[in-house]
């Protein structure tokens, strides 16, 4: 109970960053609702979209769209799959992953397809919640994947983007992790590998000064 006491009043839900000064040895972050935290570091987090990095950077480095859209979703308990290994498909321009999630046999799903999007079709979020173009995404999908395509629960599809480009700031204690330090190509899962190697990276550093 001390403990989730404890961190329950560092943990700041609800709270967004409106500015970060990084002129003096502490940082200050001041948040939207005027409140005022001082740290001695400041780890990064936030995502492709980082708004961190966009404050700290003047907007310099900004993710590109890489012609892939994600689909994901959950399989509840399919006799048509198997529900105690992971399962795999590649295809030139799709590929999916199907693995265990759960002791009653849930798996999740999640694909990768090249789809090619305009510049105002990536910013229209409404798009990929839409019956038409979900059914256009779902007629394009390989064979491989229709025989249990209307079991997959909790659908959602979404645009993938990636980094161009490292920001390096010249401030040693403001590091960034995860898709807010580089966003790459999903493959094989290793975006949540690589966050997890530089979290353990990072901390090693700060460890060891």
């Known amino acids: 109970n001390f403990l989730k006491k404890d961190l329950e009043s560092l943990i700041k839900f609800n709270h967004n960053v409106s500015s970060i000064n990084k002129e003096n040895q502490k940082i200050q972050l001041t948040f939207e609702n005027n409140e ?21 950077s003047n907007n310099q480095i900004q993710p590109r ?20 290994n992971i399962s795999l498909f590649l295809g030139p321009d799709f590929h999916h992953v199907i693995y ?7 798996l999740n799903f999640i694909a ?8 105002n079709e990536q910013k229209n ?9 979900i059914k256009e995404i779902l007629d394009n999908v390989p064979l491989e994947m229709k025989k249990f395509l209307n079991e997959i629960k909790e659908f959602k ?8 480009d490292f920001f390096k700031t010249k401030n040693d204690s403001i590091q960034f992790i995860g898709d807010a330090f580089f966003a790459f190509p999903p493959s094989f899962a290793q975006g949540a590998s690589q966050s997890i190697e530089g979290a353990y990276e990072l901390f090693k550093s700060i460890e060891n000064k």
Do not use: Q
Request: include cysteine.
């Open 157 to 164: 599809i979404f645009p993938v983007f990636i980094s161009d």
């Open 36 to 56: 005022i935290f001082e740290c001695d570091y400041l780890i990064i987090s936030d995502g492709v979209f980082s708004k961190s990095k966009n404050l700290i």
């Open 112 to 119: 990768i397809m090249k789809y090619n999007l305009s510049s």
């Open 100 to 106: 265990p999630v759960s002791l009653n046999g849930d």
């Open 125 to 133: 979020y409404s798009l990929f919640s839409d019956k038409n173009f």
């Open 65 to 84: 769209y890489n012609n892939t859209l994600a689909i994901r979703g959950m399989l509840p308990n399919s006799s048509k799959i198997d529900r105690k």
